[in-house]
C-alpha cells in the first residue's frame, strides 16, 4: 500500500481563506478587524520565525496583528503588567505568547493570567477543561488542526483505535481530549508507556507528538491506518522532518501528513479562526451586557 498524502498546505489555505471571509464580514459589521496581539519574549531565532510567520498570516487574513517584541531581560511584572493591558485593550481579541520563554520566566503563571475568552492558543485551564467537558471553547490550534484535516477528507474517527504518542499539555493531551469528543477509543503514549511498539502497532490511528526525529519505525504502522505526525525535527542530513520515519510508514498507512506541510500549516491557520471566533464572541457578549 502507498499512503494518501493528507495535504495540511491545500487544507490550511482553504481555512484561512475561510477566515479571511469572516474577517471581513466581522470588519463590516463591527467597523473594526479582529485583533491579534502578538507578544515575543527574547531572541530565540525559531520564535523569531514563527512569530514573523504569524503576523503576516494574520496581514493576509484581514486580522489586525499587534507586535510585542520584549528583550530577553523582561521581568515577571512587565510580563505580567503587558498581559492584563491586553486583556483589558478592547482592540485585542486573541494574545498570543510565543513560547519557550527565556529563563527565569514561568510561561505556565503567565499563560494563566491570559483572559480565557483571548486565549487564542487553547492553552488556558479554563479552555482545556471545557474541552475536557464536550463544550469546546477556544480550541488548542495542532490537535484542533489535526481533526480539521480528517474532516476535510472526511475520515471518520468514530471507534477508531487511536494512540496519541506524547502527553504534553500543548499538544498531546489536548489531541487525547479531542479524539475523545470525536469518539475514537483513545490511548496516550508517553514516557512511562512500557510497550511503545505494541501499543503503535495496534492502532488504527497514530497521532505523533514526540518531538524526536523518525522516532517511530515505519514498520510500527499498522497496514491501513492514518499516521497524524505533529513532530517537527531536524533530520541527520539537516532537513525537516517527523516523529515518523515516514518512507517505511507511508508504505504501509493509508493516510498520512509530511513534515513539512501536513499539520503545521493547519496550526497557523486554526490560530486564525481562533481569533476570528473569539473576536465575535466578544463583541457579542459585548452587546448582550
Ligand atoms: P514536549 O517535549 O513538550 O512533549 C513530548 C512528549 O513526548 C512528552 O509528553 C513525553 O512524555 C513524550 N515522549 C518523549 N519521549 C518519549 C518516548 N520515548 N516514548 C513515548 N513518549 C515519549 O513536546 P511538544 O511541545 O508536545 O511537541 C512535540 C513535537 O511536536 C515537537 O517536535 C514540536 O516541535 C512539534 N510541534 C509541532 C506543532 C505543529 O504545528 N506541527 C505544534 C507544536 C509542537
Known sequence: MTANILDGKAVAAKQRQKSAVRAAEFKAKFGRAPGLAVVKVGEDPASAVYVRNKRKACEECGIESFAHDLPATTSREALLSLI??????????????????????????????????????????????????????????????????????????????????????????????????????????????????????RADLVVAAVGKAAYIPGDWIRDGAIVMDVGINRGADGKLCGDVEFAGASQRAAWITPVPGGVGPMTIAMLLSNTVDAALVREQRARAK
Not at 105 to 123: H, N, Q, R, Y
Not at 172 to 187: C, D, F, H, N, W
Request: hydrophobic share 40%.
Open 84 to 201: 492584563k493591558m491586553l486583556n483589558a485593550d478592547d482592540r485585542v481579541d486573541g494574545i498570543l505568547l510565543q513560547l519557550p520563554l527565556p529563563k527565569g520566566l514561568d510561561s505556565t503563571e503567565i499563560m494563566d493570567t491570559i483572559d480565557p475568552a483571548k486565549d487564542v492558543d487553547g492553552f488556558h485551564p479554563t479552555n482545556t477543561g471545557l474541552l475536557a467537558q464536550k463544550r469546546p471553547g477556544l480550541r488548542p490550534c495542532t490537535p484542533w488542526g489535526v481533526i480539521k484535516l480528517a474532516e476535510e477528507y472526511q475520515l471518520d474517527l468514530v471507534g477508531l483505535r487511536a494512540c496519541v504518542v506524547g502527553a504534553s499539555n500543548i499538544v498531546g493531551r489536548p489531541m487525547a481530549l479531542e479524539l475523545l469528543l470525536a469518539r475514537s477509543t483513545v490511548t496516550v503514549c508517553h514516557t512511562g508507556t512500557k510497550d511503545l511498539k505494541a501499543e503503535v502497532q
